[in-house]
């Protein structure tokens, strides 16, 4: 059973930084896809970033130059670095081991519990 953990939200001030951790539990880490996710209200939800097995890394162009993916396999689990945060940024961030996957009906809020991230 796979088991997905996000942490490290919370409120900021524009131009603030946060750092996002999911740990994951029953998987071979080190065999999957990590990803972000992230959904406002009112809006789908959409890929931010994903980082695969073989360390290749993809940005939403919304955030890059701003956000850094990362992984460490050693302790299973996945990093959102958020610099120069905007209040566009706001929403409830989900990972995924999975990445990137397919949004059924543009809603992720079913995912997992998140960590949401609010800039104002």
């Known amino acids: 059973h796979v088991q997905l953990v996000e942490s490290g939200g919370g409120s900021v001030q524009p131009g603030g930084s946060l750092r996002l951790s999911c740990t994951a539990s029953?998987?071979?880490?080190?065999?999957?896809?990590m990803g972000w996710y992230r959904q406002a209200p009112g809006n789908e939800c959409e890929l931010v970033s994903f980082?695969?097995?073989?360390?290749?890394?993809r940005y939403a162009d919304a955030v890059k130059g701003r956000f850094t993916i990362s992984r460490d396999n050693t302790e299973n689990t996945a990093y959102l670095q958020m610099n120069g945060l905007r209040p566009e940024d706001t929403a409830m961030y989900y990972c995924?081991?999975?990445?990137?996957?397919?949004?059924?009906?543009?809603?992720?809020?079913?995912w997992g519990q998140g960590t949401q991230v609010t800039v104002s």
């Open positions: 029953g998987v071979d880490f080190e065999d999957v896809d």
């Open positions: 980082i695969r097995r073989d360390g290749h890394i």
């Open positions: 995924t081991d999975d990445a990137p996957r397919p949004v059924v009906g543009g809603d992720c809020t079913n």
